[in-house]
């Protein structure tokens, strides 16, 4: 059985078949979903210390990023 991977590619990201974050790029604008990662990214940062693990919530910050910088 494969390893869960909260942090890339939770399980309930993809349901119905695409990735949640796919669907949002494809609806935004190019500078709406750069604002979009930017904020996430904010977001798993302010909250890490809250929801028990922060080490994945640094992780998740890293990946929204890391995908911000792809997209530049």
């Known amino acids: 059985m494969a390893k869960k991977d909260m942090v890339n590619h939770p399980a309930h990201y ?4 695409i990735e949640t974050i796919e669907y949002l790029k494809a609806k935004s ?3 709406g979903f750069q604002t979009y990662l930017r ?3 904010l977001k798993y940062l302010s ?3 809250e929801k028990g693990n922060m080490k994945q919530d640094l992780k998740k910050a890293l990946w929204y990023i890391d995908r911000l910088l792809k997209e530049l």
Do not use: Q
């Open 39 to 41: 904020l996430n990214a």
């Open 47 to 49: 909250r890490a210390e």
């Open 14 to 17: 993809t349901k119905g078949g």
């Open 29 to 31: 604008s190019v500078k």
